[in-house]
């Protein structure tokens, strides 16, 4: 009810913007094409002539635009112009100048060609002016509903990411209880620590860079915990974190996908890097993981995560990242760039 609501007072924000608009263009016609060189005074006869050109683009803006140009039928726009235009010459002939200029004009081919040199540019300029402030009143429509789509659609990707991660989690805290492994209690533990920051602080657009940094670390942390004594794991984080903004869960899925692919493959010799430092507002990730291709049985560069990571970073990113993923010797390295805000 909110969002209707708020739609309902902008609209009619823009409607009261576009009144007043419509008065400052009249003013301005009535104070320029009504003040005497010759007597230096105003004229307010042309009041009157100047009104019945601002009824006539009345009648043209806000009857024969909407319902019919803006529909695409031409041919009754025109049709409607001609009649509206004739409406407005008329009454000029057959009752301003009567009443105004009774013995000096009078109806003739002359004088009809020069009120309609007199009314055209007038006519045209409301019209020009109503057509332009239509454009602008869609243009924001339409970067509304660009930034509506675009909302939703991070909501999507962000609500695909989660359940992926947890679904990888929970399947490897299943195997340490089946064991009995005496770790099972500090992976509950780091377990919560990562739902807790997923759940309440990825709700916000931006998060500050160290609470994500914190969450990858804690993720290291825990994965690090099934790998043991089969491998190598290496993580690195420097930079002045704490001033900067990041939005949340959008590097978590390079450092997932480098225990993903090594532990699917390798039973052993197990090297995972992974690097991030901050360089004023750029901040550069740098993840290695290695991998057997004979082993390996899934597509590096696919799944859901990845295709949702590169989705997001569009969005969000779209002229401050770069990306580059590489797979050589059975190594697999992502390297990213993202200019950040503060």
Not at 65 to 79: D, I, Q, S, V
Not at 123 to 130: I, S, T
Not at 144 to 162: D, G, M, R
Not at 308 to 313: A, F, P
Request: charged residues 20%; contains cysteine.
């Amino acid at each position: 009810m909110q969002r209707f609501t708020s739609s309902g007072k902008s609209k009619s924000i823009w409607l009261s913007k576009e009144l007043w608009f419509q008065v400052a263009i009249f003013i301005i016609f009535f104070l320029v094409s009504s003040i005497s060189r010759e007597r230096g005074r105003i004229e307010f006869n042309r009041l009157f002539f100047l009104t019945n050109y601002l009824v006539t683009a009345l009648c043209i803006n806000y009857f024969l635009l909407p319902r019919y140009f803006y529909n695409k039928k031409y041919g009754r726009f025109w049709l409607g112009v001609a009649f509206f235009v004739t409406i407005g010459i008329l009454v000029e002939e057959l009752v301003i100048e009567q009443l105004f200029f009774p013995e000096t004009r009078g109806a003739s081919s002359f004088t009809i060609l020069f009120t309609i040199l007199k009314m055209t540019p007038v006519v045209m300029l409301m019209v020009g002016f109503k057509f332009a402030w239509d454009a602008q009143s869609k243009q924001a429509e339409l970067d509304t509903l660009k930034s509506v789509v675009a909302e939703s659609q991070l909501q999507f990707l962000k609500s695909q990411i989660n359940p992926h991660f947890l679904f990888n989690s929970l399947n490897n805290l299943y195997s340490y209880a089946l064991e009995n492994s005496p770790k099972t209690p500090k992976i509950i533990l780091e377990l919560s620590s990562l739902l807790r920051y997923m759940l309440y602080d990825c709700r916000e657009e931006r998060v500050p860079l160290s609470k994500e940094i914190t969450y990858i670390e804690n993720f290291v942390r825990l994965q690090g915990l099934q790998i043991e004594d089969r491998g190598d794991i290496n993580f690195n984080a420097t930079g002045d974190f704490d001033r900067h903004f990041i939005a949340p869960l959008i590097l978590i899925v390079f450092v997932e996908n480098c225990f993903k692919h090594s532990t699917s493959s390798l039973s052993d010799k197990i090297v995972i890097d992974i690097e991030i430092k901050l360089e004023n507002n750029k901040l550069i990730m740098k993840c290695a993981n290695s991998f057997s291709t004979e082993k390996n049985t899934e597509n590096l560069t696919q799944g859901i995560g990845m295709e949702n990571v590169q989705s997001r970073l569009n969005l969000l990113y779209p002229e401050a990242h770069s990306l580059k993923i590489s797979n050589l010797n059975d190594v697999y390295q992502v390297y990213l760039e993202l200019e950040l805000d503060k």
